[in-house]
């Protein structure tokens, strides 16, 4: 080819040019938890729909603990008995997220049914490693635990009932409601603490992209490309300075931590007598498969439900092609149960 048509082609677009292999390689996708993170620039954001704000509360930022995190709000329902209660733990992996996640829904919802809303704040897993908490996740759970604990203490200053109380929350919410469902009770009868006094056992769970298990061994088996739940046991690899979650250095310590998975996975605690819960998820389950979102797999929910099912304690499953749905929304099975 004569040399002077060269640059006439590659203006045109009849000629393009390969990757070199360094290009390749530049381009290639990290996976998800190892991708860094983008600094935002100067491109053309795409219009976003404006998220309706929650209900005012009837008492915001109220302390359960001496944290700045240990906060929740309050969304009282108004009656002359007192009134059952929602306590929703917001998801983010446990590192990230707020306490007004879907309270747009949520309260309406429950006070249309006259039941009353709290919904907390909880320390996150960095913020447990800087105060020395091993492992991680138990000041999450902990905390959880402290503030339902904490609520049932108002229950006649909040015109509250205390044995009616389901707790609720999304991914990581979920996991920490579930928690909460099989733990034994963590209540002190005999503590000078009134609060510590009171159970940490919810009435009922309602919970959406749960993870059930914390056990990486068991993720793996259920969901191959599993990639969850180091973070939460404090293990992470250094990526460009940053710290990332190492799912295969979580499965190569699985059996040193052992012990640490059994107290705060929610399928190890499973138990008879455990409160009924209801498990919703967006996709169909395929046990042993690939997963487009293995974090949320509705596998999760058919390796609980089987192992509940053992135990006889109540449990419902929803996900696209689920038959026999009672409840088609975490709401409707709240407002029945506490209503019951």
């Not at 240990?70 to 009656?79: A, C, R």
């Amino acid at each position: 080819m004569p040399q002077y048509l060269l640059p006439l082609l590659l203006i045109a677009g009849l000629l393009t040019t390969s990757p070199s292999p360094a290009d390749e390689t530049a381009t290639k996708q990290l996976p998800a938890e190892q991708a860094p993170v983008k600094t935002p620039g100067k491109t053309k954001q795409k219009a976003t729909k404006k998220e309706t704000p929650p209900p005012t509360p009837t008492l915001d930022s109220v302390s359960y603990g001496t944290h700045p995190k240990q906060v929740l709000t309050f969304w009282k329902t108004e009656s002359a008995a007192p009134t059952p209660c929602l306590f929703f733990i917001h998801g983010g992996g446990w590192q990230n997220g707020n306490r007004m996640a879907g309270m747009a829904n949520w309260v309406p919802a429950m006070h249309k049914q006259g039941i009353s809303v709290v919904s907390i704040e909880y320390r996150f897993i960095e913020e447990a490693i800087a105060d020395g908490v091993q492992p991680p996740v138990k000041a999450c759970l902990y905390d959880a635990a402290r503030a339902l604990q904490f609520v049932r203490s108002k229950a006649n200053e909040w015109n509250l009932d205390k044995q009616k109380i389901a707790v609720a929350g999304g991914s990581a919410g979920a996991c920490t409601s579930l928690w909460l469902a099989f733990h034994d009770d963590l209540a002190i009868p005999d503590s000078s603490d009134p609060i510590a006094r009171e159970s940490t056992k919810p009435a009922c769970a309602a919970v959406t992209g749960a993870q059930t298990t914390l056990d990486p061994r068991q993720m793996q088996e259920w969901t191959p490309n599993s990639n969850y739940g180091s973070h939460a046991f404090g293990i992470f690899q250094e990526i460009d300075g940053r710290k990332q979650r190492d799912f295969n250095a979580f499965l190569a310590r699985r059996d040193e931590i052992l012990p640490w998975i059994q107290e705060y996975s929610p399928f190890h605690l499973v138990s008879a007598g455990d409160p009924p819960v209801y498990l919703n998820y967006s996709a169909p389950p395929a046990k042993g498969q690939i997963a487009k979102d293995p974090t949320h797999s509705a596998n999760f929910g058919v390796l609980l439900q089987e192992k509940l099912d053992e135990f006889r304690v109540p449990c419902e499953l929803v996900h696209p092609g689920a038959g026999n749905i009672t409840h088609k929304t975490p709401q409707d099975y709240v407002a029945d149960m506490l209503k019951r």
